[in-house]
């Protein structure tokens, strides 16, 4: 039987009456947390504040919902509540990444134990419809506009489907994100003015979950959602902030003109590709327009490595990756540079090729993760064709899926070593003398040197949270990763990691 809407006998606290006894129906919607993700763990590294970020899936599907619904976000990253405390809902809605799903399925548990239908979403529900199904009353595939409103009927009725397709939103119906709904204390607000990527590397999730046609929203809707922000800082989304195509970039500097004009004063930062550097007055509008530090994807400092993972656009000739970063920074635009390790091509050795590739260009900061098979993408297919996902007891194992954890059977590396690759990497990069260096070069070109030291100090705080967790990690499952094929490197899980962790 169907749960339904009708109050039940523990429904304590009554909802917002909205005319004479009609009272709004309660929504909780909520983003779940993975303690194994470092962002959570707020009190161990002070400045991981700066990278707790709002849930804007959540804050979007809020916006979609009607006024007769009283909506709460209870955001798991921010401290997780007591549920069995708070007013009984009418309905939960849930939003989960893979790596969120174990705990998206003990909330989804605790609720339906108290009659409460459940309603997962987001990406992971799309990628892994069935799993999801056995876990839930009911799931919103794709982007939410196509589908929440008949949900949200539907749940009224006492009558919700087993399955909804949000399917890709007409860009014109996005509707402004609810930013009134959390409480202040998040370092940066959100706002997404883009969807989807054309590019479509074999790792990512993008293409396959929000497509490879690229949707941008209507300008005058981004300038009044930026205005309505409360954050002074604020994370813009978008995957590819202004595209692959002229019109996409003639289009990003529309967008900038407009947020200079309406005088929006905020300060953001972003994601894109490095074309982004090539265009000079597109820069010059985006720092006025308040942009300070944009994400962009190395990925491998081997062409073979581009190649492998699909990112054709990095392979452009003649690109010269230290100019590009430093035209960009001129601009007074920090540069994060993202490099994934573990591609079958990278040998002993990568982790100090990556840090010495990394400071080459001259990337302010980097963010270097392990090559993931996430479901629904293309590596996904290859690595499961090759029986080369080695954590696969599913739903347990989707925890260890946060990309800061090794997953996969890699060609050159055994478990030992790819995590010691990946140490290396980060202690090379993030050594207090090159840290001093670049802090102290941002100082001497007048570019943010407290952006660069905080980012910093926030992530040597997270190495020594990573070295923990690879330690606990070893001992819970290494055993189960071990090498695919022959790999160079010491055969005995643990042994060797566990030394230099204590170094
Ligand atoms: C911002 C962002 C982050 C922020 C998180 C902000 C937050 N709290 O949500 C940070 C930097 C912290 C982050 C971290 C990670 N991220 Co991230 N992130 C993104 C990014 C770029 C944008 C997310 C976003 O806000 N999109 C805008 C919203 C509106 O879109 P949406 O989330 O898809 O929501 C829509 C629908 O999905 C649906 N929907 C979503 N939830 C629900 C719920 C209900 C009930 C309903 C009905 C509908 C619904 O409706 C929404 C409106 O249409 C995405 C890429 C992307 N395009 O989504 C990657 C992405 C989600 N991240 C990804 C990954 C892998 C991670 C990490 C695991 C690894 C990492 N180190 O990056 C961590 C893990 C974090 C964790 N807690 O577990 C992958 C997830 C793939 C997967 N299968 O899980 C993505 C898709 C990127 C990629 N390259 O593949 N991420
Ligand atoms: S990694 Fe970046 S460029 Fe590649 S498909 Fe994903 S969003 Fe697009």
């Not at 009609?22 to 763990?41: C, G, H």
């Not at 392990?370 to 696969?392: C, E, H, I, K, Y």
Request: aromatic share 8%.
């Amino acid at each position: 039987m169907r749960p339904s809407l009708a109050r039940g006998a523990d429904e304590d606290k009554p909802s917002r009456l909205l005319r004479d006894g009609v009272r709004a129906v309660r929504l909780y919607l909520i983003n779940p947390s993975n303690p194994l993700v470092t962002i959570v763990r707020v009190k161990q590294n002070r400045w991981t504040r700066y990278r707790v970020w709002k849930p804007l899936s959540l804050m979007m599907v809020a916006g979609l919902t009607p006024p007769e619904w009283e909506v709460s976000i209870v955001d798991e990253n921010r401290g997780v509540p007591d549920y069995a405390a708070m007013p009984r809902p009418d309905l939960v809605g849930i939003t989960a990444f893979t790596s969120q799903a174990n705990r998206a399925y003990e909330v989804a548990a605790h609720f339906r134990g108290r009659g409460v239908p459940v309603v997962m979403g987001g990406i992971h529900a799309t990628m892994c419809l069935d799993e999801v199904l056995e876990h839930v009353d009911s799931v919103v595939t794709g982007e939410a506009e196509g589908a929440w409103r008949e949900v949200l009927e539907d749940a009224r009725q006492g009558n919700l489907k087993r399955r909804y397709e949000g399917g890709l939103a007409e860009i014109a119906d996005v509707r402004p994100a609810r930013h009134d709904l959390l409480a202040a204390g998040y370092a940066f607000g959100a706002i997404q003015t883009t969807r989807g990527c054309p590019l479509n590397c074999s790792f990512c999730s993008v293409t396959a979950f929000n497509g490879a046609h690229y949707r941008q929203r209507p300008i005058p809707d981004v300038v009044r959602e930026f205005q309505s922000v409360p954050e002074k800082r604020v994370l813009v989304v978008d995957d590819n902030l202004i595209g692959t195509r002229p019109d996409h970039i003639a289009r990003a500097k529309d967008l900038f003109r407009a947020l200079i004009q309406a005088n929006v004063r905020k300060e953001w930062i972003s994601q894109a590709t490095i074309n982004f550097a090539d265009d000079e007055e597109l820069l010059t509008l985006a720092a006025k327009a308040g942009l300070r530090a944009v994400f962009i994807g190395f990925e491998s400092p081997e062409p073979e490595g581009l190649a492998e993972l699909g990112k054709k656009f990095n392979l452009l000739k003649g690109r010269d990756f230290r100019a590009s970063v430093r035209r960009i920074q001129r601009h007074n635009i920090s540069v994060v540079g993202s490099f994934i390790i573990g591609l079958d091509v990278d040998e002993p050795g990568v982790g100090r090729r990556i840090a010495e590739a990394a400071g080459q260009y001259g990337v302010d900061n980097l963010n270097v993760l392990f090559l993931t098979p996430l479901p629904g993408t293309r590596l996904w297919d290859q690595m499961t064709a090759d029986d080369r996902v080695a954590l696969n007891v599913f739903p347990e194992d989707w925890k260890y899926y946060t990309l800061n954890l090794p997953v996969a059977h890699f060609r050159h590396f055994s478990l030992d070593s790819i995590i010691q690759e990946m140490v290396s990497c980060n202690r090379d990069f993030y050594s207090l003398p090159r840290i001093a260096r670049r802090v102290w070069d941002n100082l001497w070109q007048r570019r943010q040197p407290m952006f660069s030291l905080v980012a910093s100090l926030s992530a040597r705080g997270n190495i020594r949270m990573g070295c923990q967790a690879f330690a606990d990690f070893m001992r819970e499952r290494g055993s189960r990763t071990i090498a695919w094929k022959e790999p160079p490197g010491p055969a005995l899980a643990g042994t060797r990691v566990q030394e230099s962790l204590e170094e």
